[in-house]
């Protein structure tokens, strides 16, 4: 079974950073694009970023600028680097991943359970 399990949340204030972590773990062959979402309350969720295998990068408009995503394949790890936070940045952030099963011939999309940002004025 593959888990996802982010990390790094909790409260900041308005203009500080944080670093989210997301691990991914279980029966992975290769893992191709990964991303972060968030879901903020009584919103939908919505695509922060995404970046590839090769590292290639998208960044939803409004945020670009101001986070940074990355991953190290080596340690099958997502991370996203938030600068210059602001109060509608909070939300609930979700990973996801796009693994290829040791055992399948089929990619699958997983997503973690989320970790909570809260950004205060």
């Known amino acids: 079974q593959v888990h996802l399990v982010e990390s790094g949340g909790g409260l900041v204030q308005a203009g500080g950073s944080l670093r989210l972590s997301c691990a991914a773990s279980?029966?992975?062959?290769?893992?191709?694009?990964m991303g972060w979402y968030r879901q903020a309350p009584g919103k939908q969720r919505e695509l922060v970023a995404a970046?590839?295998?090769?590292?290639?990068?998208n960044y939803a408009d409004s945020l670009k600028g101001r986070f940074t995503i990355s991953r190290d394949n080596a340690k099958n790890t997502l991370y996203l680097q938030m600068n210059s936070l602001k109060p509608e940045d909070t939300a609930v952030y979700y990973c996801?991943?796009?693994?290829?099963?040791?055992?399948?011939?089929?990619?699958?999309?997983?997503w973690g359970q989320g970790t909570q940002v809260t950004v205060s004025s």
């Open positions: 996801n991943a796009d693994v290829r099963g040791s055992t399948t011939t089929i990619t699958v999309r997983y």
């Open positions: 279980g029966s992975i062959s290769r893992i191709n694009a």
């Open positions: 970046i590839t295998s090769s590292s290639s990068t």
